[in-house]
């Protein structure tokens, strides 16, 4: 336990030597990780889940053509 405290104090001495870095760094990560949840939800709205209907086998598609 004693090891990993000492390597936390010197990641963060080594993060505040390079502030610059350290900002691309965090600011890197949080727009990955932002972007990586915006695309999972879209696609578990899509495609994961089921729709709220008692029997979504029954549903069917209409569709009409239009005159143009």
């Known amino acids: 336990m004693n090891n990993l405290l000492q390597d936390i104090r010197y990641a963060f001495r080594t993060l505040s030597k390079a502030p610059i870095f350290t900002a691309v760094?965090?600011?890197s990560l949080a727009?990955?990780?932002g972007?990586?949840?915006a695309i999972?939800?879209?696609l578990d709205q899509l495609l994961l889940r089921t729709l709220p209907v008692r029997d979504p086998g029954s549903l069917i598609?209409?569709?009409a053509?239009?005159?143009?």
């Open 31 to 33: 727009f990955g990780i």
């Open 25 to 27: 760094a965090i600011l």
């Open 61 to 63: 598609q209409m569709s």
């Open 65 to 68: 053509r239009g005159s143009h």
């Open 40 to 42: 999972f939800s879209l």
């Open 35 to 37: 972007a990586n949840c």
